[in-house]
């Protein structure tokens, strides 16, 4: 049998140790190897042609560290008013809107009807569905468009409850005391809480209707 030198033998163990290192323990910490000991052949720097792929078992990729961070931002919102129909009479209901909640965002909302829940329970909206109407707001005074179809298509009784909906949730929001009608850019006469007309393009507040109040509520 052929005894290897020293010098081989050396060769061979350093080789062992060098693939050692390339490996993933399963478990513990990785040792690395004093670069004086690797001899010069495994030790020598090489160079490879561009886009060159390193083979997956020569390196092992390196730990890229992560981090998450939470953006948190306030939304401003507040609650208003929408009144609904219980029985003969109108409600408020609360609502979340986005603030400023303006004249056109809250009779949007109301046009969408009670919302789901207990605390709509038996509660409608004397509305035509699908209503839509454009209002303005100047020296505290908000004036409603009505459609067209609105007067037509509502007997008196649904009006007189429909008007006061929207009178009552308007004079609900700051900066309004009173709402007219208008429709086909013409004064429109509507029904106070007692049933009587009122003048075309008359200005109504919540004291017109306050008799459609449950006894728990007021102006």
Do not use: W
């Not at 969408?112 to 209503?131: C, H, K, M, N, Y």
């Not at 009608?181 to 049933?195: H, M």
């Amino acid at each position: 049998m052929k005894h290897l030198s020293l010098r081989s033998t050396g060769f061979i163990i350093v080789i062992g140790l060098v693939l050692s290192s390339c490996s993933i323990p399963g478990s513990g910490s990785v040792q690395s190897i004093d670069p004086d000991q690797i001899p010069y052949e495994l030790n020598a720097t090489t160079t490879r042609p561009p886009n060159t792929t390193v083979p997956a078992t020569s390196t092992v990729p390196p730990v890229v560290e992560t981090t998450t961070s939470t953006i948190s931002s306030t939304i401003p919102v507040e609650i208003v008013q929408l009144f609904f129909v219980a029985g003969t009479q109108v409600v408020p209901i609360d609502r979340i809107l986005l603030s400023p909640a303006v004249a056109p965002q809250v009779l949007a909302a109301l046009a969408e009807g009670p919302p789901e829940g207990d605390a709509a329970a038996g509660l409608r909206s004397a509305l035509p569905v699908g209503f839509i109407a454009e209002v303005t707001v100047e020296r505290g005074v908000a004036t409603v468009l009505l459609p067209s179809t609105f007067i037509t298509d509502l007997p008196g009784g649904e009006q007189r409850l429909a008007i006061a909906q929207i009178v009552l949730t308007l004079t609900r929001q700051s900066g309004v005391g009173q709402v007219r009608f208008t429709s086909n850019n013409e004064p429109q006469s509507v029904p106070r809480g007692r049933g009587d007309l009122t003048a075309p393009g008359a200005s109504v507040a919540c004291d017109d209707y306050a008799n459609l109040l449950a006894s728990n509520f007021s102006c």
